[in-house]
């Protein structure tokens, strides 16, 4: 087993975490007092990410993206996870989901994407529709070539900047062995159509900067071209895709963690009282071992599972598990490190009260740690018949 990075991989660590930290960090302070991330700063971060070739770098190199692997590409977002989100979602991963375009779709929606001309946003919650995807009553039905589509979405991250929304809506019913479902088709839906309006949404304590929107459907007609796969697929699509995006957040949660762990060791060291640095109490040495150990296993973990995919193996499980474990691991890693600072800890001075509130969202969002324990469980008792 090599656990080494390759020379390729080393490189492309280390020019990541410098754009953060020399594209990032400096601008963060402004947008968390704001929460507004200015559109020519926005765009200043999308050039200087397609300068430096990192654009869509999730997507394969024949549509234009740079064709990493997963566990590489996994790597890029643990270095962006130190950033601001607000500002980070401008250095652009397009959603995966997009691979799914076909003919026309490719050249009005996947490769604008990929060359960072058009930004898009994933539209699948709703007010009554969050873990349990089947219960969305936002729906679609047929009007000649067309969908009408009716409803509500919300918490839809960064549809504020977006130029196109790939809406999920139910557009049918089906029998299965847990009784009626509905069935659920994806649409390429653009800002701008009529009856599709974007509303701002709401205030959140985590990831100021990076907004939700309120997506709102009255008779907003959409051609069948713009469905994006096939009719009544859109579930398989979904979960063919989405779980790409429970890696992300496991990846960015070991990357903020180290982040906050930087500061935390230092000022362990250095920090003096009693005559002595704080580090040398078991009661602070002991919290920077307890940190480290749990950083270093949701990186393996997350990695790890990174790897499976790449392998091609069912890797359901341990996705599953390296967002479980490293979301819930920022969040005790964060307040350790706020206690080791005592009342600094939670001053505007430092970053660190941001990281503490920003680590609340990732137990929730891109399936709860509730679902993830589902799978998780799920995956170990079916094969007893359980």
């Not at 947008?31 to 397609?50: A, M, N, Q, T, Y």
């Not at 990929?114 to 047929?142: F, H, W």
């Not at 196109?164 to 159509?193: C, H, Q, S, W, Y």
């Not at 609340?360 to 679902?371: A, F, K, L, N, P």
């Amino acid at each position: 087993m090599d656990f080494g990075l390759s020379e390729e991989q080393e490189m492309i660590v280390n020019t990541v975490r410098a754009f953060v930290e020399t594209e990032i960090y400096p601008h963060e302070n402004e947008v968390e007092r704001s929460g507004i991330v200015p559109p020519e700063l926005g765009d200043e971060i999308r050039r200087k990410c397609i300068d430096l070739g990192f654009y869509a770098c999730n997507f394969p190199e024949d549509v234009g993206g740079a064709g990493l692997d997963h566990v590489t590409f996994t790597l890029v977002e643990r270095e962006l996870g130190r950033g601001s989100l607000g500002l980070t979602v401008f250095f652009g991963r397009p959603s995966g989901i997009l691979m799914a375009c076909e003919g026309e779709q490719r050249e009005r929606y996947l490769l604008p994407a990929v060359r960072g001309e058009k930004i898009d946003a994933l539209a699948i919650t709703e007010p009554d529709a969050g873990s349990d995807m089947r219960g969305m009553k936002c729906a679609a039905r047929r009007d000649g070539g067309d969908f009408v589509l009716n409803g509500t979405k919300h918490f839809i991250s960064h549809a504020d900047v977006a130029d196109f929304v790939i809406v999920f809506a139910a557009t049918g019913e089906e029998e299965t062995p847990k009784g009626i479902k509905k069935k659920i088709t994806a649409f390429l839906v653009d800002r701008g159509t009529p009856g599709f309006e974007i509303l701002k949404g709401y205030d959140s304590v985590s990831h100021r900067g990076y907004h939700n929107s309120t997506l709102s459907f009255d008779d907003c007609r959409i051609p069948e071209a713009q469905v994006l796969g096939e009719v009544h697929r859109g579930f398989d699509i979904a979960n063919q895709w989405l779980y790409g995006t429970r890696l992300t957040v496991a990846a960015t949660c070991v990357g903020r963690a180290r982040r906050v762990f930087d500061l935390a060791l230092p000022y362990a060291a250095e920090r003096k009282q009693f005559g002595k640095p704080i580090g040398a109490n078991q009661g602070v040495s002991f919290k920077l071992a307890d940190m480290i150990t749990e950083i270093d296993a949701a990186d393996w973990l997350t990695l790890a599972a990174a790897w499976q995919v790449d392998a091609g193996r069912p890797a359901d499980r341990q996705i599953a598990s390296a967002k479980l474990y490293a979301s819930e691991m920022l969040a005790r890693v964060t307040d350790e490190a706020i206690q080791i600072f005592g009342g600094m800890g939670l001053m505007d001075d430092l970053p660190l009260a941001r990281f503490w509130r920003d680590a609340r969202v990732e137990r929730i969002w891109d399936g709860t740690s509730e679902i993830q324990r589902h799978i998780i469980s799920r995956d170990l008792l079916r094969p007893l018949g359980a």
